[in-house]
């Protein structure tokens, strides 16, 4: 059996907003219920958006919702 090699991840740049409410991404749909939370439909399925979450924009164009801790964890300004 041979070693495992190891990779790192190539860098990619996104873009992101952070959400607060209806209206801040045009990719973030109302999910009609009393509090400001909402939806956006990934290529994996749909994902709950709650106010602070980051919207992200991937490579191919599609859009997914990130919580504010996991996206300070992984991101930093490109700029």
Request: with cysteine; glycine share 8%.
């Amino acid at each position: 059996m041979s070693a495992m090699a190891r990779y790192v991840k190539k860098p990619v740049v996104i873009e992101a907003v952070q959400w607060f409410k209806p209206g801040d991404h045009p990719a973030v749909l109302a999910d009609g219920a009393a509090d400001a939370s909402g939806y956006i439909d990934t290529p994996e399925g749909r994902l709950k958006v709650t106010p602070g979450d980051w919207i992200i924009t991937g490579v191919a164009g599609e859009n997914y919702p990130c919580k504010p801790d996991i996206f300070e964890q992984l991101y930093m300004p490109a700029d």
